[in-house]
């Protein structure tokens, strides 16, 4: 066979195994693993000395387009994405304005997208008082699933996404149920969080410790609990994102244990950073829910050492810097959202692998395996024979420090600026098609593709086999 691009002198990681051997590609797909290849192309990709790994499907990403495009636009998120490791990308349906809570809206983000962006994408629909009429219009329109807010969350300002109560919770999950999407949750109690917040800020009580004490570990665990009674009364697929505790993930697992359809994420900051390193960090490092304890945070790393989560993103959710700022030294006036994509992957392996608390078949797991099951991207997510091959590389010899430079977001800020990683990726390529080397950039236009929820597709064409079926035998 002769291939389009041939990678070799890697380890190429497998689901199942690390491979010495070459990875050959062929229109777009992964056509070849192991062997010798390099004399059946003119194409060679010489990964010497790094690991050839499944691209990141990052399942928790905020894109500001359109309406505040100036916090985040397709072009600059992707290629912040990209240069980070990720091939794919879940787009969640804030904080663009207006909101994608209407199949008008969706369609028009979608529109969008496929001319900017550098990475495959697939989109969210967004669940908010209101638009119970929309739920179905927009699964058709292509969602990959739905989001939606216990917590709240929201502005006045007409279009914005705004969180539901829980009659519109429960109802919202009723119509979500009927189109077989799972709908994803930021689960925190919302009368809670904002009475603790309101208390503290009376008495001017308003620093970071103030804010961290505003949103403790039961505000988390107490929504979850119950979400997931209500989610089973609707028969609802439920995904709780952003898990920051590993109480909240014990109270998961016990509903999987009694047969109920819920999975659950967490971000690179919630394993990296902590109270501590918020306090060193400031403003840049307030998101919601808040970085916890050592304590909690070891508790939340023995969850993932157990393989009780299926996905870790990067729930990037960036702003201009005049919203980081905090002139008046109240943390409760920032924005709460931490810019993270563009180390998604570095950094996670740095922690997790080269720290020797996961394997990197668990890191792949994590990174793209997992998430691309949860969101039905079947082509996704791993290094096997007829997969898109979306592949990155990783120098797992090099370190660099991270400064505003290397970073690609509209607004060149980061949590983790100054801190040294220890690996690097070098390539990054999508179907086949290198858009990011470390060295020369990106040297190509966006080509990133929509993405449909699969596992919907073909419960909707078993659906109608079904019905052929039974018209027939009728």
Request: aromatic share 8%.
């Amino acid at each position: 066979m002769k291939f389009d691009s041939v990678i070799t002198n890697g380890t190429i990681v497998t689901p199942t195994k690390l491979v010495q051997g070459d990875l050959g590609i062929k229109d777009g797909k992964i056509a070849a693993i192991g062997g010798h290849l390099t004399t059946e192309t003119t194409q060679v990709i010489d990964a010497k000395g790094q690991l050839i790994l499944p691209g990141m499907v990052d399942a928790h990403v905020h894109i500001n387009e359109p309406g505040r495009s100036d916090w985040e636009d397709y072009h600059t998120g992707s290629q912040a994405l990209a240069a980070g490791g990720t091939t794919s990308m879940v787009v969640m349906p804030l904080n663009a304005l207006p909101a994608r809570t209407t199949a008008k809206e969706f369609n028009r983000h979608r529109e969008i997208a496929e001319g900017k962006s550098y990475i495959d994408f697939a989109l969210y629909g967004g669940l908010v008082p209101g638009n119970l009429t929309e739920i179905a219009k927009l699964a058709d329109a292509g969602a990959a699933g739905f989001k939606a807010f216990m917590a709240t969350t929201g502005t006045d300002i007409p279009g914005d996404f705004k969180n539901v109560d829980d009659y519109e919770l429960f109802r919202g999950m009723q119509a979500i149920a009927k189109t077989g999407l799972r709908l994803s949750l930021h689960a925190e109690n919302a009368v809670l969080t904002d009475r603790f917040a309101e208390e503290k800020i009376a008495h001017h009580q308003t620093q970071i410790q103030d804010y961290i004490d505003s949103r403790p570990p039961m505000v988390e665990v107490e929504a979850v609990r119950r979400a997931l009674y209500l989610a089973k009364m609707a028969n609802c697929k439920l995904h709780f994102v952003h898990l920051s505790t590993g109480e909240a993930v014990s109270e998961v697992q016990k509903a999987q244990a009694e047969g109920q359809d819920v999975t659950c994420e967490t971000c690179v900051h919630y394993l990296a950073l902590n109270t501590d390193t918020f306090k060193k960090i400031g403003p840049l490092a307030k998101c919601s829910p808040v970085l916890r304890t050592k304590e909690v945070q070891s508790e939340l790393w023995q969850k993932i050492e157990e393989g009780a989560l299926n996905a870790v993103t990067s729930d990037h959710s960036p702003a201009p810097a005049s919203m980081k700022a905090n002139p008046n030294d109240n943390i409760f006036d920032v924005w709460g959202g931490i810019s993270g994509a563009q180390n998604n992957v570095d950094l996670f392996y740095d922690i997790a692998v080269k720290s020797h608390r996961l394997s990197v078949f668990q890191f792949v797991q994590l990174i793209a395996a997992g998430p691309a099951e949860l969101f039905g991207l079947g082509n996704k997510g791993s290094l096997e024979i007829g997969k898109d091959a979306d592949i990155i590389l990783l120098d797992p010899t090099q370190s660099y420090t991270l400064t505003k430079d290397d970073l690609f977001y509209k607004n060149k800020i980061s949590a983790y600026v100054g801190w040294t990683i220890h690996d690097r990726i070098t390539q990054t390529i999508l179907r086949g098609k290198t858009i990011f080397t470390l060295q020369n950039g990106f040297n190509t236009k966006p080509d990133g593709k929509f993405l449909i929820n699969q596992h919907v597709k073909e419960a909707a064409a078993n659906a109608i086999n079904t019905h052929a079926k039974q018209t027939i035998l009728n």
